[in-house]
């Protein structure tokens, strides 16, 4: 009951702005409501505020105590919707497979598959010595078991 009634607040802020989009949404057994948020164009403090208020102002702590926490999906949080992977291309991703791990930039997504693209060093085909090659490989977000940015510093 009240998660529902939690569930249809979130649902109408979010289509208040349809570039936010939901990550992950739980309620504890003591109440303690989190929602993760994502969007196109990344998150700001007043996207969280404008979902928490939208929530937070419909509800009635004498019916029902409650804490509440809206945040965005983190920097280096492991992707989990194909939007997420749209709004990253041309960002360099870690991508764990059931065969491989994979490090490339990432060239292209669909709602299929992800394309990643990065240079390695092979033996030469005649001769001694290396020569840089490309690769390129497809990916399907059925194969996918964890992806995430590689943030450099």
């Not at 702005?17 to 700001?44: A, C, M, Q, R, W």
């Not at 598959?113 to 033996?123: C, D, G, Q, S, V």
Request: charged share 30%; with cysteine; hydrophobic share 40%.
């Amino acid at each position: 009951m009240f998660k529902d009634k939690v569930k249809t607040l979130l649902e109408g802020a979010l289509k208040e702005d349809e570039s936010i989009f939901l990550i992950d949404f739980s309620i504890s057994t003591d109440n303690k409501i989190n929602v993760i948020l994502d969007g196109d164009h990344g998150v700001t403090l007043q996207d969280c505020m404008r979902v928490s208020r939208a929530i937070e102002h419909n509800l009635d702590r004498e019916e029902e105590d409650f804490s509440l926490e809206v945040a965005s999906a983190g920097a280096a949080s492991p992707m989990t919707m194909p939007r997420q992977y749209v709004k990253n291309i041309g960002r360099k991703l870690e991508v764990v497979t059931e065969q491989a791990t994979f490090e490339g930039n990432l060239t292209a997504a669909t709602n299929e598959f992800i394309t990643l693209e990065w240079k390695a060093r092979e033996p030469k085909p005649v001769g001694k010595g290396k020569v840089t090659v490309q690769k390129k490989e497809e990916i399907s977000f059925s194969d996918i078991k964890k992806a995430k940015v590689v943030l450099k510093f």
